[in-house]
Nanobody
Framework: QVQLVESGGGLVQPGGSLRLSCAAS????????MGWYRQAPGKQRELVAT???????NYADSVKGRFAISRDIAKNTVYLQMNSLKPEDTAVYYC?????????WGQGTQVTVSS
């Protein structure tokens, strides 16, 4: 069992920045992969960024060059640095952990980009 707790969401103006954090209840190096997904109202949940246990990164085309995923293994925490935010980035952002035969989700954190 893995518990994931997200934090760092909020209201930001277009062009601004936010950093999301996802704290895991156990060593994240034991996860096959961790990542961030988002779901906007009326839309399906979509991949934003992932990092494998070997450090391979993957990003959605819509966030490449603006968002960066990173991890602090000592703190069992994964981060999502979001820069140059746009109104279309508004969504609930979820942290996800993939282990052998299971997937775990956090409760989500709201990000709203609006002037």
């Amino acid at each position: 069992q893995v518990q994931l707790v997200e934090s760092g969401g909020g209201l930001v103006q277009p062009g601004g920045s936010l950093r999301l954090s996802c704290a895991a209840s156990r060593n994240i190096f034991t996860m096959n992969a961790m990542g961030w997904y988002r779901q906007a109202p009326g839309k399906q949940r979509e991949l934003v960024a992932t990092v494998t246990n070997r450090g391979v990164l993957n990003y959605a085309d819509s966030v490449k060059g603006r968002f960066a995923i990173s991890r602090d293994i000592a703190k069992n925490t994964v981060y999502l640095q979001m820069n140059s935010l746009k109104p279309e980035d508004t969504a609930v952002y979820y942290c996800r952990a993939d282990v052998i035969r299971a997937t775990y989700w956090g409760q989500g954190t709201q990000v709203t980009v609006s002037s």
